[in-house]
T-cell receptor, first 114, second 115 residues
């Protein structure tokens, strides 16, 4: 069984500060992991993905995430927040063996303070 | 057109109406999905079609009826909905099978309001 936990439904950071959004997963097999971003009235857009290659994954818009098997974590970071980063962020996990089962976290709303 | 396209973007319907949501993917994927996104709730998987066969139906009420005529098109037929069905309905596609399964690619959704 797969599940995803995102700690903190709301995170606020100042413009220029570090962004850290937390994601922990539960999986019986080595999973694929994803981060998505959603802007108001839009669908989810893929930020980055981990598929058992390099543990540090770089995505779009300056975001990156590190897969830590020992901590079952896949936290999303960005060194310097921009106002345009304000959005809802979702962590997701899938089982590579089944391919069409995706499990999403409850989302974290990021606010960037000018 | 590229990616996943959903129409209409907004829909207001009465509880006795019948309407359909349409989704089209231009990515050559072999799986398509319907998700429901309500305020303050996690994303809810409704239906999954893989190679045009329905492989997942997450206890969705029968007033929602999916249709997948081919691998590029997905519909969600709606009838006698309830106000609590008001939500953002998201379509997604992916490529499954083999040694790598792609991420989900989402459309921009249909904002449904049931009055």
């Amino acid at each position: 069984a797969q599940s995803v936990t995102q700690l903190g439904s709301h995170v606020s950071v100042s413009e220029g500060a570090l962004v850290l959004l937390r994601c922990n997963y539960s999986s019986s097999v080595p999973p694929y992991l994803f981060w998505y971003v959603q802007y108001p009235n839009q669908g989810l857009q893929l930020l980055l993905k981990y598929t058992s290659a390099a543990t540090l994954v770089k995505g779009i818009n300056g975001f990156e995430a590190e897969f830590k098997k020992s901590e079952t974590s896949f936290h999303l970071t960005k060194p310097s927040a921009h106002m345009s980063d304000a959005a809802e962020y979702f962590c997701a996990v899938s089982d590579p063996q089944t391919g069409n089962q995706f499990y999403f976290g409850t989302g974290t709303s990021l606010t960037v303070i000018p | 057109e590229t990616g996943v396209t959903q129409t209409p973007r907004h829909l207001v319907m009465g509880m006795t109406n019948k309407k359909s949501l349409k989704c089209e993917q231009h990515l050559g994927h072999n799986a398509m999905y319907w998700y429901k996104q309500s305020a303050k709730k996690p994303l809810e998987l409704m239906f999954v079609y893989s190679l045009e066969e329905r492989v997942e139906n997450n206890s969705v009420p029968s007033r929602f009826s999916p249709e997948c005529p081919n691998s590029s098109h997905l519909f969600l037929h709606l009838h006698t909905l309830q106000p609590e069905d008001s939500a953002l309905y998201l379509c997604a596609s992916s490529q499954t099978g083999g040694t790598y399964n792609s991420p989900l690619h989402f459309g921009n959704g249909t904002r449904l309001t049931v009055t």
